[in-house]
């Protein structure tokens, strides 16, 4: 992420202190107090999230593969790139390279990072990373124990009258898309990168 800028002094608040609320398997909820950039005091209660990673993965027909799976905070399922958090010291072209692989089978001969986008940022610490891969070849999923998810494919097209529609809720999916829709265009560029690894070993 770059620096803050230094004009934004004005607007910083600064912690004084603070207590951890509830601890779970890797998410913290936290309460701190706060000093705010006028002298008074306030505080904040916010989600410490590990971080993770989503990929984009194409196929060299131009198709995108997506995973669908159910999100039980909303209750429903919902289509999505696959996605997934980092596990502590993991980098985060490691961490896509696993998630792809273990979500839908695929590994990838190429890869690009894209962004980094804090999906929000009133409440929660999380990152998510944005990588772009192709050069895609089939295996076998490998999901963790609990976890479904079905594989689908879509064009563009078909996920841009998708977004049309309110049928792709989730916010890294449609930077995502955003993403893909403005590198096709030759507005915004990838710095593809060869996978340097053997793909059978992922």
């Given at each position: 992420?770059?620096?803050?800028?230094?004009?934004?002094?004005?607007?910083?608040?600064?912690?004084?202190?603070?207590?951890?609320?509830l601890?779970?398997?890797?998410?913290?909820?936290?309460?701190?107090d706060?000093?705010?950039p006028?002298?008074?005091r306030?505080?904040?209660?916010?989600?410490?999230?590990p971080?993770?990673?989503?990929?984009?993965?194409l196929?060299?027909?131009?198709?995108?593969?997506?995973?669908?799976?159910?999100?039980?905070?909303?209750?429903?399922?919902?289509i999505?790139?696959?996605?997934?958090?980092?596990d502590?010291?993991?980098?985060?072209?490691?961490?896509?390279?696993?998630?792809?692989?273990?979500?839908?089978?695929?590994?990838?001969?190429?890869?690009?990072?894209?962004?980094?986008?804090?999906?929000?940022?009133?409440?929660?610490?999380?990152?998510?990373?944005i990588?772009f891969?192709?050069?895609?070849?089939a295996?076998?999923?490998?999901?963790?124990?609990?976890?479904?998810?079905?594989?689908q494919?879509?064009?563009?097209?078909e996920?841009?009258?998708?977004?049309?529609?309110?049928?792709?809720?989730?916010?890294?999916?449609?930077?995502?898309?955003?993403?893909l829709?403005?590198?096709?265009?030759?507005?915004w560029?990838?710095?593809?990168?060869?996978?340097?690894?053997?793909?059978?070993?992922?």
């Open positions: 992420m770059p620096p803050a800028d230094p004009d934004d002094t004005h607007l910083i608040e600064r912690r004084l202190g603070g207590r951890t609320l601890e779970g398997g890797f998410l913290e909820v936290r309460r701190d706060v000093a705010l006028d002298g008074g306030a505080t904040r209660e916010y989600i410490r999230h971080g993770a990673v989503a990929v984009v993965p196929l060299d027909d131009g198709r995108v593969v997506m995973v669908r799976q159910y999100r039980y905070p909303i209750g429903r399922a919902i999505e790139f696959p996605a997934g958090k980092l502590a010291g993991e980098d985060t072209l490691a961490c896509a390279k696993r998630e792809l692989a273990e979500e839908t089978g695929y590994r990838a001969r190429e890869w690009a990072f894209a962004c980094e986008i804090h999906n929000a940022a009133a409440y929660s610490s999380e990152s998510i990373w990588y891969a192709r050069g895609l070849v295996g076998p999923q490998k999901l963790d124990e609990g976890e479904f998810v079905e594989v494919t879509y064009s563009e097209a996920l841009d009258a998708l977004a049309a529609q309110g049928a792709l809720p989730d916010v890294k999916t449609h930077i995502g898309l955003h993403w829709q403005r590198w096709r265009a030759g507005a560029v990838l710095p593809w990168v060869a996978d340097a690894g053997d793909l059978g070993t992922l």
